[in-house]
């Protein structure tokens, strides 16, 4: 039976899971494949902690030069993390003619048209589906079963630290500071989140996913990226009374030869499926102009749900390696030569519903003032939301807007929050109640 030598960089959570697929699941891999996969080598930097797992102390090394250059490894999974020194050792494998699996998405949306690149010029393959949603199987659909789609718009759910911080503000009514800590406390939250609460994990999957089904370089700077720390309780008790949910959507839609690309929190109707997506589950809902809207769900982040997307792809490779047929697919799901560069809408001319809350004096004639304001830029009021009365100095005004231009809430709102009646800085949350 062939054998396909495997190497591992990164020893961490997801290397562990990988080394427990490869443990618990080997006679069934082979019985799929018809092959045999061998993992031949380990690196990482510690490797004296006890994982949970059983391992042959000759496979381990510290120094990841005895994976990337070892002549009788076929295969480099990357499992480091970060820009460097991830890129350096995956553009090593890449030169000694290595296949490579990363499910590093943020050196993909930083440096991936250099490894693309590098990976075309050897005839390697670079697969990463355990980069974008854990084990929901996403870009392999996007790359083979809905290859023959033109697609329209992406909405997803990509982060799952958010999504359980949001569901539990929904469930529970907690603010956000409670249940950041909470989610610390239970590993579901790094102990520095920003790369999470912040929208930057989502911005660097959803610029991956751009790529994917639009077939256009995109940076990851371009893409607008607001997180979830600003939004409160009580925007969460308010979008429940319109009848939405909150959610951080990673959103971008196909416009007449622009795509817009943004991460942001927003307010989905309660009926949407997307809108169950609850807990630290990721979905991804992609539309094409033939098969329609298709909505992927899962796990998606974790061990064994990480690990198992990194056997999927090392599997994928093994079977192209096994039928002499490498590099089949091409990485980012298009022929390199067919790659372009689309534009980005710029996030003024995003035209968009809008939830408006304002925090302002309790006295008469305040509301026609804010109306006032928002009617001169064009912005008109489609329902509104004004709590009783409970002898505070300050109070909420609640507004749900029709469509208007974003540059011309902005501009609104800072004519407003410049009010002496306005106690403090107006909230926006973006709507979406029509999916494309």
């Known amino acids: 039976m062939k054998e396909i030598r495997i190497g591992l960089l990164g ?19 082979e019985e799929r494949l018809g092959a045999r996969l061998v993992l031949a080598r380990i690196a990482d930097l510690d490797i004296t902690t006890d994982r949970g797992v059983s391992v042959d102390a000759d496979l ?13 490894i076929d295969v480099v999974i990357e499992l480091i993390g970060g820009y460097e020194p991830a890129r350096t050792f995956v553009l090593k494998a890449i030169e000694q003619g290595k296949h490579v699996v990363t499910a590093n998405k943020a050196l993909l949306a930083l440096h991936g048209e250099e490894i693309y690149a590098a990976a075309a010029e050897k005839r390697v393959d670079v697969f990463f589906e355990a980069a974008v949603g854990g084990g929901i199987p996403v870009i392999s659909s996007i790359k083979e079963n809905l290859c023959a789609n033109r697609f329209g718009s992406i909405f997803a759910i990509l982060n799952g630290t958010c999504n359980y911080i949001l569901s539990r503000m929904s469930n529970d009514g907690d603010d956000f500071s409670v249940v950041l800590k909470d989610a610390q406390s239970l590993g579901f939250a ?20 751009i790529s994917l089904c639009f077939g256009t370089r995109v940076k990851f700077e371009e893409i607008y990226t607001e997180g979830i720390s600003g939004i409160s309780a009580a925007d969460i008790r308010f979008a429940k009374d319109f009848g939405y949910k909150i959610k951080l959507l990673a959103i971008s839609k196909e416009d007449g030869g622009r795509i817009e690309a943004r991460v942001h929190p927003t307010m989905i109707p309660l009926h949407y499926p997307l809108a169950d997506v609850d807990g630290a589950f990721n979905a991804v809902r992609l539309v094409g102009d033939f098969v329609g809207p298709v909505m992927l ?31 089949r697919t091409p990485a980012m799901a298009y022929c390199p030569e067919h790659i372009g560069r689309l534009s ?39 329902s509104m939301i004004q709590p009783e009365r409970h002898e505070e100095e300050a109070v909420p005004i609640v507004l749900m807007t029709h469509e208007a231009k974003e540059v011309s809430v902005r501009s609104a709102l800072d004519e407003i929050d410049a009010l002496d009646m306005v106690r403090e800085k107006s909230r926006l949350i973006r709507i979406e109640s029509e999916l494309l």
């Open 60 to 72: 381990l090394t510290t120094r990841a030069e005895d994976v990337v250059s070892a002549p009788d």
């Open 11 to 29: 020893f961490g959570t997801i290397g562990t899971g990988v080394v427990k697929i490869f443990q618990d699941n080997a006679r069934l891999i």
């Open 190 to 209: 790094e102990a520095d989140p920003t790369f999470d609460i912040e929208g930057i994990d989502t911005a660097h999957k959803l610029a991956l996913l």
């Open 344 to 382: 980005i809408k710029p996030m003024d001319e995003i035209v968009s519903q809008y939830y408006l809350r304002f925090t302002t004096v309790d006295k008469p004639g305040v509301l026609a003032q804010i109306a006032g304001v928002l009617g001169r830029h064009d912005i008109s009021i489609a």
């Open 297 to 327: 769900y899962g796990a998606g982040a974790g061990m064994n749900a990480t690990a198992s997307a990194v056997m999927g792809d090392v599997m994928a490779i093994a079977r192209n390696l096994r039928s002499g047929a490498a590099v």
